[in-house]
């Protein structure tokens, strides 16, 4: 690989293959400018937006969504990885937009009311973003409307909840049941998740799974997607 004199890579002078690869790493080390340089790199050599997405970023995640949940890689580490996809993202997004990508699904996704914490529940929104997902973030201390108001407008396939304190997760049953008594409980997958909760709490509650990390967000969210997808089809 071209070193420039201060000892950092040239990146336009890079293979795409070698460049590609170079972003995955700047990736895994959450080097947010030099992702940001890439896609700018990649995009100028005339790559479709959808590509740069896949081939890169998505692909990027995927190594650091395994790694997560494999214990190689901890939060702050891939909160840095999260935040360089965020900005590679900034510049795909409305190129996106504009080519009608297809898209992996839509999710709605807020922490409950009464709990302020939102480390976890950014971090789903990343790798869920990095899994081709478009997210709708609620915030912080939704109540049942923010989540109702949301459902109309979006037509989420998942609606993801969050909450980190003992107190605030009956709040996710009282969502999920006003789902119910609205009669669009069936509408969408519930994903719950955050520290103190756990399989058998998301089943007494009536949620679809317990996702214990993002990582596993995102394969549950695909898992769950692609069975709705085929139900519908079949």
Not at 13 to 35: H, I, N, R
Not at 163 to 176: E, F, G, H, S
Not at 212 to 226: F, Q, S, W, Y
Request: hydrophobic letters at 45%; aromatic letters at 4%; charged letters at 25%.
């Amino acid at each position: 690989m071209t070193e420039q004199s201060n000892g950092e890579i040239d990146l336009n002078s890079l293979s795409d293959e070698d460049l590609v690869k170079q972003m995955m790493d700047d990736l895994y080390d959450g080097l947010k400018d030099e992702v940001m340089e890439g896609v700018r790199i990649l995009l100028a050599r005339e790559w479709e937006p959808y590509r740069v997405l896949t081939d890169s970023l998505m692909e990027g995640m995927r190594i650091v969504g395994i790694d997560f949940r494999d214990g190689i890689l901890f939060v702050p580490e891939v909160l840095l990885s999260a935040n360089a996809m965020k900005g590679g993202m900034e510049i795909l997004r409305p190129l996106l937009a504009e080519t009608g990508a297809p898209k992996s699904g839509k999710m709605v996704i807020g922490t409950v009311k009464g709990d302020i914490h939102d480390i976890g529940k950014n971090l789903v929104i990343m790798m869920m973003e990095g899994a081709g997902y478009e997210v709708i973030d609620l915030g912080i201390n939704n109540p049942v409307e923010n989540y109702l108001a949301a459902i109309e407008e979006h037509k989420p396939d998942i609606l993801g909840m969050s909450a980190l304190l003992t107190t605030t997760m009956p709040y996710m049953k009282v969502v999920i049941d006003t789902l119910t008594e609205k009669e669009i409980r069936d509408d969408v997958i519930v994903l719950v998740g955050g520290a103190p909760l756990n399989e058998e709490f998301a089943k007494a509650i009536g949620a679809d799974a317990y996702c214990r990390d993002a990582a596993v967000a995102v394969d549950t969210a695909n898992e769950l997607v692609a069975r709705r997808h085929n139900r519908a089809a079949g």
